[in-house]
């Protein structure tokens, strides 16, 4: 990968748009993509595009190379850019849109491009105006469509673009782009530092750049404390720490170290419940208990998102983590066994394209028939739950 840095007079750009790929060749992820959509510009048959995936995966970056292989020098003269999430409206696409669709550039005899970023947010009503808008101003304009959920997307207008899906890049590939920036800006990082960086970042570049710009400034030395600690997210010792305390303290007791835990450092509750999920995995645990954890994790997780109190899910995971307990026969050493024996803090976690998701792929779990079906006794009514759950929750004050 030979992308070159901005000029010295932009310095104070953002390392993600002063490292951003300039050509098709610089892109470091989806070749595949990238070769085909190639073809169609050398060839003079480039469709109507929509590009989806997650964030940080190179949807922007890919279309704007597109455009400078098309137009040259002149590419921005020939696009038109819209951040859909801001102006979202039908008046826009009425106005703006259609008023660049219907034009021609007077010494040039080709189309034009209009991209329309994070369309996922815009109305119904301006996605049935832009479906008309495509059909009748095709000679004069191509249109890149963006977004994060393809689903958000109306098939009207799905069926009228060749459509190519964006998946969260390889590690190698994240670390190869860091290890130029790195060097180029003389970053002082240890090994423990970039594998924080990878692990943080899930395949998205935009959020690995941001991390690494931000400890750059923060500190002389970017280690993996550093890393965390610009982000917010819990140390993977802290993770442990509360782990092990939730399936070998008494209720109250757990109770207490966590919020104390969580204050001291200012954890968010959703982030907590994100990497004890990666642990959870790999416990060694029966079917019926697996399910169980995973569905009650789900459920906290969705209560988070509609603004539960964090205190009471806070309990709420711990009464999961005992009751699982009891489903295994109680013993927390032979369920933690896997992941206290080896490196605890990078293990070879599944990884989802949309981890950040309001409701992740950990909540979708709990919307699987088959669980509820297979596994009835996994729903566990309140006569069906251990003596301790009440006896915390009185302690606790919570009815």
């Known amino acids: 990968m030979t992308s070159e840095p901005s000029p010295p007079g932009e310095d104070t750009l953002p390392w993600v748009e002063k490292y951003r790929p300039q050509t098709l060749n610089d892109l470091v992820s989806h070749k595949e993509i990238t070769e085909t959509i190639e073809r169609f510009i050398d060839e003079g048959r480039l469709p109507h595009l929509l590009l989806y ?12 190379a597109c455009a400078r292989k098309l137009y040259g020098p002149q590419w921005k003269s020939m696009i038109m850019e819209l951040n859909a999430s801001d102006e979202r409206g039908i008046d826009v696409v009425r106005e703006q849109v259609k008023t660049f669709a219907s034009t021609r550039k007077i010494f040039n005899t080709g189309f034009k491009l209009i991209i329309l970023d994070e369309a996922d947010a815009m109305t119904t009503q301006a996605q049935n105006a832009l479906r008309r808008i495509v059909e009748k101003y095709t000679q004069n304009v191509r249109f890149c469509i963006i977004c994060n959920y393809v689903s958000k997307i109306i098939p009207a207008l799905q069926s009228r673009c060749t459509r190519f899906r964006f998946s969260p890049l390889e590690m190698d590939q994240v670390k190869k782009r860091l290890e130029t920036v790195i060097e180029t800006e003389g970053v002082n990082i240890t090994e423990d530092g970039k594998q924080a960086l990878l692990t943080l970042s899930n395949g998205d570049m935009r959020r690995a750049l941001n991390i690494l710009q931000a400890c750059h400034a923060a500190y002389d030395l970017t280690d993996e404390a550093a890393v965390y600690n610009c982000t917010g997210n819990p140390l993977p010792t802290d993770i442990h720490y509360i782990l092990r305390t939730m399936m070998k303290e008494e209720f109250t007791t757990a109770y207490s170290k966590i919020m104390r835990l969580k204050t001291e450092k200012g954890l968010a509750l959703q982030d907590v419940i994100f990497e004890v999920y990666k642990d959870v995995v790999k416990y060694k645990l029966s079917k019926k208990a697996r399910v169980y954890l995973l569905e009650k994790l ?15 899910q806070v309990t709420a995971m711990l009464g999961a983590f005992k009751t699982m307990l009891d489903l295994t026969g109680g013993n927390a050493d032979e369920v933690m066994a896997d ?8 293990g070879n976690i599944p990884r989802t394209d949309n981890v950040r998701d309001s ?3 950990l909540t979708l779990l709990s919307r699987i028939p088959s669980y509820n079906n297979e596994f009835p006794s996994t729903r566990m009514t309140e006569s069906k739950l251990p003596v301790w759950v009440g006896e915390g929750n009185r302690k606790l004050g919570i009815d």
């Open 359 to 361: 409701v992740s792929s």
């Open 298 to 312: 789900a459920e906290i997780e969705y209560r988070l998102t509609t603004g539960a109190s964090e205190k009471i």
């Open 53 to 64: 995936g997650p964030a940080g995966t190179g949807k922007t970056s890919t279309i704007l």
């Open 339 to 346: 992941t206290d024996a080896g490196d605890y803090r990078f």
